[in-house]
């Protein structure tokens, strides 16, 4: 009886979301690309800067921005066949609430999300450069090496972070 229960909820378990209403930023990032046509080149630049927390969320930002590049009306029938031929697995619901408009937010809140879901990255970035120095510390001091290459790999980590490399 108790197996069965740990069973089914083993089985009902979803991966907990790293960054507590990313999705939903980055759903309604989606659907305001895909449904303002008035605002669709600015949001469509500061979308390029975007690390889609999702496969099903990157290949469907590929294929409206495509389509916005190529000047051509973004639907479902369009996307569904660009998601289709770049072997792209995207649930039903999942597309279709992002291009029916219902997620979509205003175009000034959308450029917002973009802006902080680029930092929440930026945040985990700098949380592992900064885990990757304490492990190099830890390692020189256990086998008595030489502490300044450790200060060194940080120091290029700390730029290429910073310059946003």
């Known amino acids: 009886m108790a197996e069965d229960r740990l069973k089914e909820r083993m089985d009902n378990a979803?991966?907990?979301?790293?960054?507590?209403?990313?999705?939903?930023?980055e759903e309604a990032i989606l659907a305001t690309l895909a449904t303002d046509p008035f605002d669709q080149d600015a949001i469509a630049h500061a979308a390029r800067s975007v690390a889609w927390s999702r496969p099903d969320y990157k290949a469907i930002a590929t294929a409206l921005l495509e389509s916005i590049t190529e000047g051509i009306t973004v639907d479902l029938v369009i996307i569904k066949d660009k998601l289709r031929t770049a072997g792209a697995k995207v649930e039903d619901a999942v597309l279709t609430g992002i291009l029916n408009g219902e997620k979509a937010a205003d175009v000034s809140i959308a450029l917002a999300y973009i802006g902080k879901v680029n930092a929440l990255d930026k945040y985990r970035d700098a949380h592992a450069a900064g885990m990757d120095y304490l492990k190099a510390v830890a390692k020189a001091k256990e086998a008595g090496g030489d502490i300044d290459a450790a200060f060194a790999d940080l120091t290029g980590k700390v730029f290429d972070l910073a310059t946003g490399k």
């Open 14 to 25: 979803q991966e907990a979301e790293a960054d507590p209403g990313r999705h939903h930023m």
